[in-house]
């Protein structure tokens, strides 16, 4: 299918979408009680429809270090996955990282929908339109690490209103799972086929709506409905779904009825349940979206779990691997301060008295923030 054709065919689904996005109730300013919690409202909101559209939480000079650095990742990005060279025949960056920073794929498609990727959770695959001629062979998917490839990206892991809402989430002891930097360029940004992120809880006694935790998305462009992630509202709480079967009752289509696009500007800041059923459609438009990706869960729901997705099964994340990996959120919140010395500091409950032993300084980079993603706790 042309690229032309999908935008024709995806025009009523999106206005018919964005109707029943304005009517959850579930975006606005970011508020908090006098306790330092997400406002009941919201909460309530959040826990309702399985996600939330935050509206003007980073402020613009930083989204602007944000992007500033996205372009110069970009730039210097490899032509392939495994390349050493960018476009430009310089050495392509960042490949001294144990886990290689950039996923590249060619325009408009999808890698994961109907392959056994990510535990197989992407099971049916989207429209991949074609793209145009002039489009280059591969174009950059993902970008991982994001708290070591960018000083803006380390200072944004830690950023107290962020970490108040995973506070207000997950508990004060939550702990960090992991990240990742969804890129779509206008025109030639790939798929993300339907899906719930959680993996290992499903068959849990102790399985609730919660249980596999919520990602933050930091939105550095304004993104538009076919650029943007969709949700379908209330399915956090439906338990695993059958996605083939509900594609299937769709007639085969993607263009899944209920779901409505998670449409935000610049500096909004969306949280989306990971046991919500979540899509992104091929970005055939002229509009630019880099989402830094990063989420949390509950202490309970990661102590003791077996490893997936990124992480081999026979890890067992013991309280040594969450305390090594929820260091980063300390040193984050240190470089954050140091950077911006008059904000106030938020206080990461599970490393309150080790602040001077986790400063952000070049020795703590190495120790902590190099190669942390090894120690993602993916569930
Ligand atoms: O942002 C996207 O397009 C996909 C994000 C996603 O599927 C996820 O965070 O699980």
Not at 89 to 107: D, N
Not at 231 to 244: C, F, M, R
Request: charged share 20%.
């Amino acid at each position: 299918m042309k690229a032309s054709e999908y935008r024709l065919a995806q025009k009523s689904y999106i206005s018919k979408g964005e109707a029943r996005a304005l009517a959850l109730g579930n975006r606005g300013p970011l508020r908090f009680d006098q306790q330092g919690k997400l406002h009941k409202d919201i909460s309530d909101a959040y826990w309702r429809t399985g996600f939330y559209v935050f509206e003007n939480v980073i402020d613009p000079a930083e989204i602007k270090l944000l992007r500033s650095e996205i372009e110069a990742l970009l730039e210097r990005a490899p032509v392939d996955n495994g390349a050493l060279e960018d476009a430009q025949g310089r050495p392509a960056f960042g490949q001294e990282f144990a886990r290689p920073i950039y996923s590249l794929i060619p325009p408009l498609t999808d890698p994961w929908g109907g392959t056994d990727a990510l535990n197989g959770r992407h099971p049916t695959q989207m429209t991949q339109p074609e793209s145009d001629v002039s489009a280059p062979k591969k174009v950059v998917f993902i970008m991982s690490g994001m708290c070591q490839i960018m000083d803006s990206g380390l200072r944004l892991y830690g950023h107290p209103d962020l970490l108040k809402i995973a506070a207000s989430i997950n508990g004060d002891d939550f702990v960090p799972y992991n990240d990742a930097i969804f890129v779509k360029q206008p025109g030639v940004g790939g798929s993300v086929s339907w899906h719930q992120d959680g993996v290992t809880h499903w068959n849990s006694p102790r399985w609730d709506q919660g249980i596999h935790g919520f990602n933050f998305q930091v939105q550095l462009y304004d993104t538009s409905p076919q650029s943007c992630l969709w949700v379908v509202p209330g399915t956090h709480k439906e338990g695993k779904i059958d996605i083939k079967q509900k594609v299937a009752e769709n007639a085969g289509s993607e263009f899944l009825p209920e779901a409505v696009p998670l449409s935000a500007a610049a500096g909004d800041v969306t949280i989306v349940n990971r046991q919500a059923l979540h899509a992104s459609f091929a970005n055939t438009s002229a509009d630019t979206r880099v989402s830094l990706t990063f989420g949390f869960h509950r202490r309970a729901s990661v102590l003791g779990a077996q490893g997936a997705l990124s992480q081999s099964n026979d890890e067992v994340y013991d309280e040594a691997r969450i305390d090594r990996r929820s260091q980063v959120v300390a040193v984050a919140i240190d470089a954050r301060q140091q950077f911006y010395p008059n904000e106030v500091r938020f206080q990461y409950f599970p490393m309150i008295g080790r602040e001077g032993q986790l400063a952000h300084s070049a020795e703590n980079w190495e120790r902590v923030i190099r190669d942390y993603n090894l120690h993602d706790l993916s569930i």
